[in-house]
């Protein structure tokens, strides 16, 4: 038990330094840190971990399961804004939906199939609009998930177009794990910039 008591309280500490260097990075890039959000990715880690992570006052959580983001959202308070962050597949939607319904965002719509999907069921449970991300694959690694950049344009013309129950909020990309070696990871995302949508 005092295992236990020592990983949350570790949890509150570590949150406190993320949130620090975040502030400082916001600084030096001469932005203001209040428009930055963190989330806490809450990953194959118990509930009474993310509630102390929770009484340490965040309330921005991401989970990458679907049958996890449904165990743990009951447990914890309602005002905590669920990001979901994992590749979703058609026959969760539904369950993801109907399941979180503090669910603010889907960062992961990859194809108009998700997209579809999203939108049909968001209305028929009778729902407010949902924010989306639409995933990117920039680096082109096949373990990586996300619309090829260049199918990107048209992924999110869809969803503005097709989607009403759903509202585009931005691109969400993940490149290599070393990309200072990879300039090829920004030619891709500098490409995405520089055309309108």
């Not at 949890?11 to 406190?16: F, G, H, K, M, P």
């Not at 959202?73 to 979703?88: M, R, T, V």
């Not at 108009?112 to 968001?122: C, G, H, M, P, T």
């Amino acid at each position: 038990m005092a295992s236990s008591a020592a990983m949350e309280s570790a949890a509150a500490t570590a949150l406190r330094s993320v949130l620090n260097r975040v502030k400082q990075a916001a600084e030096r890039s001469s932005r203001p840190a209040n428009q930055i959000k963190v989330i806490a990715v809450s990953k194959t880690k118990p509930v009474s971990l993310l509630r102390e992570v929770y009484d340490a006052g965040h309330r921005l959580f991401g989970e990458n399961y679907v049958q996890e983001i449904i165990e743990k959202s009951p447990q914890l308070p309602e005002d905590i804004e669920w990001h979901f962050i994992g590749n979703l597949q058609s026959n969760k939607v539904k369950p993801l939906l109907t399941g979180v319904p503090n669910l603010a965002m889907v960062e992961t719509v990859d194809d108009e199939k998700i997209a579809n999907n999203l939108d049909r069921v968001i209305g028929n449970i009778g729902r407010k609009p949902l924010k989306v991300l639409v995933q990117v694959n920039t680096s082109g690694e096949t373990s990586k998930f996300g619309v090829d950049p260049d199918g990107c344009l048209e992924l999110v013309k869809h969803v503005t177009s097709n989607c009403p129950n759903l509202e585009f909020c931005g691109l969400m990309t993940i490149g290599m794990a070393d990309y200072t070696s990879t300039p090829e990871n920004f030619k891709n995302r500098s490409m995405q910039r520089s055309r309108n949508f």
